[in-house]
């Protein structure tokens, strides 16, 4: 079955950029009809959509990040990537990487990546 | 679109019957899904389109509700089930997260 791993530095320095890989395993990032895409949870709190990529390269980015974060697919290599600039503390957060089922649920989910911003 | 589950927190004994609410500040249709998440592991998925389980999930867990209104019941508590459990939908973007509702063992 499909599985996903997040991968990428747990620390990263204030105003830098946060890059994280998620790698799609046991199935192809071109199959139709699934979005790949960033949750990420603060600690002890709840889960906040980041964005997510169609294999094609469509976007869609939660407002509130829409700014800082960009999304990439990279269908050769069958993961697709998060970046985030100008970090600060508050995006101290575990990250996972979801398949979302043709905007029905999201079904498969990547272990997390614990990313701590701080100098 | 917001949503707001109730209560945060709850406090239940092994076989007692619970219910969480989720509630979105617009209509969703059935763009409604439910997540169980125990500590430090990632959500799983519960159930989607408000009222359907997915294969594996144990009859005990039952949606409902439609377009502002969704509730989650589970029949009779098993000690596995005590985690936080989180709605989301996906009706619009940008996709969002219930607050969570923490069960924990009385």
């Known amino acids: 079955q499909v599985q996903l791993q997040e991968s990428g530095p747990g620390l990263v320095e204030p105003s830098q950029t946060l890059s994280l890989t998620c790698a799609v395993s046991?199935?192809?990032?071109?199959?139709?009809?699934?979005?790949w895409n960033w949750i990420r949870q603060h600690p002890g709190k709840g889960l906040e959509w980041i964005g997510n990529?169609?294999?094609?390269?469509?976007?869609n980015y939660n407002p509130s990040l829409n700014s800082r974060v960009t999304i990439s697919v990279d269908t050769s290599k069958n993961q697709f990537s998060l970046n985030l600039n100008s970090v600060t503390a508050a995006d101290t957060a575990v990250y996972f990487c979801?398949?979302?089922?043709?905007?029905?649920?999201?079904?498969?989910w990547g272990r997390g990546t614990l990313v701590t911003v701080s100098s | 679109i917001q949503l707001t589950q109730s209560p945060s927190s709850l406090s239940a004994f092994v076989g007692d019957r619970v219910t969480i609410t989720c509630r979105a500040s617009?209509?969703?249709?059935?763009?409604l899904v439910w997540y169980q998440q125990e500590p430090g592991k990632p959500p799983k998925l519960l159930i989607y389109?408000?009222?359907t389980l997915p294969g594996g999930v144990p009859s005990r867990f039952s949606g409902s509700g439609s377009g502002t209104d969704f509730t989650l019941t589970i029949s009779s508590l098993q000690p596995e089930d005590f985690a936080t459990y989180y709605c989301?939908?996906?009706?619009?973007?940008?996709?969002?997260f219930g607050q969570g509702t923490k069960l924990e063992i009385k």
């Open positions: 617009q209509g969703i249709s059935s763009y």
């Open positions: 979801a398949r979302d089922h043709q905007h029905w649920y999201f079904d498969v």
């Open positions: 389109t408000a009222s």
């Open positions: 990529i169609y294999y094609s390269g469509h976007t």
């Open positions: 046991g199935g192809s990032i071109r199959s139709d009809g699934y979005y």
């Open positions: 989301q939908q996906l009706h619009t973007y940008p996709y969002t």
